[in-house]
T-cell receptor, first 113, second 113 residues
Framework: KAGVTQTPRYLIKTRGQQVTLSCSPI?????VSWYQQTPGQGLQFLFE???????NKGNFPGRFSGRQFSNSRSEMNVSTLELGDSALYLC????????????FGPGTRLTVL | AQSVTQPDIHITVSEGASLELRCNYS??????LFWYVQSPGQGLQLLLK??????LVQGIKGFEAEFKRSQSSFNLRKPSVHWSDAAEYFC???????????FGTGTRLKVLA
């Protein structure tokens, strides 16, 4: 099976812009979670989607949003970008039915100038 | 409060030497425990996981971990380190029914030839 894919791998934006990141989970997986990784804060949970519904949410401002499509692909959006949003954004997929095991993609490196 | 502590930020070992990376957790529910490895610029690769049963779990690449409930620990071990093991290692905790992992701050492993 192909692993989790994330596009784009690298992105450069300027403050105030918005950005959309995409994640395709492992085939058959219905749960997608997003994490932000920064040197200062480490790995932090953003949100999790299962069957197009947000099941869990971390402590991030409303500028961070996501959605999931019927084919389980997910997007996350960050509006009004700030310098502090520069990070590696990781997507993880799981079957969503109790195995609790998440498989991570390679990440999208976002740089905000 | 739920938390994961990896006390060692950096560890340096010689190739062929044994390795132990420490992980302590604080979690209200019965924890599900994971170790992931991250190479530079890459996503997270699952090394092993513990849900229940035998407290000594085997993972990929020759790694193993032991769950000790009385010490709230889940330390990762490898009997003989290879140069390719140089990477950052993350311990994570979750619970049944949730995909919101809490990660430790990571331990960066350097391997001397």
């Amino acid at each position: 099976k192909a692993g989790v894919t994330q596009t784009p791998r690298y992105l450069i934006k300027t403050r105030g812009q918005q950005v959309t990141l995409s994640c395709s989970p492992i085939s058959g997986h219905r749960s997608v979670s997003w994490y932000q990784q920064t040197p200062g804060q480490g790995l932090q949970f953003l949100f999790e989607y299962f069957s197009e519904t947000q099941r869990n949410k971390g402590n991030f401002p409303g500028r961070f949003s996501g959605r999931q499509f019927s084919n389980s692909r997910s997007e996350m959006n960050v509006s009004t970008l700030e310098l502090g949003d520069s990070a590696l954004y990781l997507c993880a997929s799981s079957d969503g039915t109790g195995s609790n095991t998440q498989y991570f993609g390679p990440g999208t490196r976002l740089t905000v100038l | 409060a739920q938390s994961v502590t990896q006390p060692d930020i950096h560890i340096t070992v010689s190739e062929g030497a044994s390795l132990e990376l420490r992980c302590n957790y604080s979690y209200g529910a019965t924890p599900y425990l994971f170790w992931y490895v991250q190479s530079p610029g890459q996503g997270l690769q699952l090394l092993l996981k513990y849900f229940s049963g035998d407290t000594l779990v085997q993972g990929i690449k020759g790694f193993e971990a032991e769950f000790k409930r009385s010490q709230s620990s889940f330390n990762l071990r490898k009997p003989s380190v290879h140069w390719s093991d140089a990477a950052e290692y993350f311990c994570a905790v979750g619970a049944s029914g949730t995909y919101k992992y809490i990660f430790g701050t990571g331990t960066r492993l350097k391997v001397l030839a």
